[in-house]
């Protein structure tokens, strides 16, 4: 029997009808600034990831040592299932392997991990991960913070790339004249830029813009403290986690101010023959690299140039002035294992000695050092405290005394078995991130065990419970108490268990050191 023209339309316009339906309904598709984006599965079909996506423009020509701008707005489905270039960087550490192509200049992407139901305007927590590396090296397609986990806990995953060394934190004199006083903070201020992105555009993957925490290890742990302070980025998160690192410390990533740095950074360029801001822009991005590499120069700190970074971190949480958000911060046990290399007691009463003068005995009463293993368990102590202890210590106990928020205080105890970079078992600096991520298994080498897998279990818990509600206690896991006048610190261990503080001396008499004339 024939089909009659109008039946064949109308059957027709129905099959249009339901293909169109079917794409605007494929979960893989979410629309942004910018235009639509299509990601993929991963974990098996339980995670949606999207990745690469452009929070701002390529810093490049004009836009090197520059603020962010907006990314351009593109047309069709942007494909988001490979990595964005890293930025731009040396090689600066051994067990830093990427997923990424290459670096490059044009690296300002974020990715989104969410689980595979989730739906928009769902409003589930947000995570924002801060790579480590040092404000030198790193990216958010290294595999040990993947997103095939963490989204299983009830969270949206963002990692993010922001620019590193001399792009992100060269600080110039003719920089700040042309930029209204700020100059040499540019990593950071991608970081904002990605945050902001994340508040206009988050809701479309399940997210909640107004539970968002910031989270990072190492140099990333010292950028959660510093954003605490910065102007600009109140109100673009909520609660924030600080994984061995706080940029109050006298050690590792001291923040100078513009007067002082700006002149170092000036004659720096000046010795590599680069005179002006119009020849380093027009330079090519792999030899600006290879002529600071050369020079020695690859690691640049945020400057406080009165603008961006108004004074100092010290000085802003003394004042109580800093954001009054719940903090989860730590480190691990084995943060220094490298002063103990080759230490021996005449070394170490020597160093006493050179670094304290008078006050060497009360040192050495707290960093003792009589026997070869009590030697070397105090110099690796006083080598974790002066690199990276102290100054999260020190975080910690200012935002304690004016924050008015609640904080979570932890130090991962249990040594991790030996691995291809890492040859002595240990809770090494940088330990944590695999726990935290569930991701132990990209660890080159490590056999691991079942009180490996049951801490990571544990620790994405209490993780993910504090983005949820500001308090990581949750069903199953071993009650965590806040930090105190007691002093209590949750020993992440098999088992895990809470107990005071038993080392405040050595952070006290540290700090005594740092303030006395």
Known sequence: MAVHPIMRIAVAAAALTLMLGIAKADPLVVKVEGGKVRGKLIHDGAVRAYLGLPYAAAPIGPLRWAPPQPPMAWKGVLDATQYGHRCMQAHVFDDMVFQDESPSEDCLSLNVFVAKHAKAGGRLPVMFWIHGGGYAGGGSSEPRHNGDFLPGKGVVLVTINYRLGAFGFLALPQLAAEQGGSSGNYGLMDMVAALRWVKRNIAAFGGDPSRVTIFGESAGSFAVSTLMVVPSARGLFH?????????????????????????????????????????????????????????????????????FLVESLAATYQAGKQMHVPLLAGFNRDEGGFLANGMTVEKWHAL?????????????????????????????????????????????????????????????????????????????????????????????????????????????????????TGNPNGP?????????????????????????????PRYEFLLKMETAP
Request: hydrophobic share 35%; proline share 6%; charged share 25%.
């Open 239 to 307: 609660r924030a986690i600080g994984e061995s690192g706080g940029a109050l410390g006298t050690g590792a990533l001291n923040y100078e101010t513009l007067d002082v740095r700006g002149p170092k950074d000036a004659a720096l360029l000046d010795g590599l023959g680069l005179k002006t801001t119009e020849q380093i822009r027009a330079q090519p991005a792999s030899e600006v690299l290879a002529a600071f590499s050369k020079s020695g120069m690859t690691r640049f700190a945020p400057v406080i140039d009165g603008r």
């Open 476 to 504: 199953g896991l071993p009650s965590w108490p806040m930090y105190s006048e007691t002093d209590p610190v949750l020993h992440l261990d098999d088992p895990i268990s809470a107990r005071p503080d038993e080392h405040r």
């Open 352 to 468: 006493a000695e050179q670094r304290f003068g008078a006050k060497a005995a009360e040192f050495l009463e707290l960093y003792p050092g009589a026997t070869e293993a009590e030697l070397s368990r105090s110099a690796a102590d006083f080598g974790g405290d002066s690199f990276i202890a102290y100054g999260t210590w020190k975080w910690m106990e200012y935002h304690r005394n004016t924050g008015r928020s609640p904080i979570y205080r932890y130090r991962l105890d249990l040594a991790a078995p030996p691995s291809k970079y890492h040859k002595e078992a240990a809770a090494f600096h940088s330990d944590d991130i695999e726990y935290v991520f569930g991701t132990l298994d990209t660890r080159p080498g490590a056999v691991w065990r079942d009180s490996d897998r049951k801490l990571s279990d544990q620790m994405m818990s209490y993780w993910t419970n504090f983005a949820k």
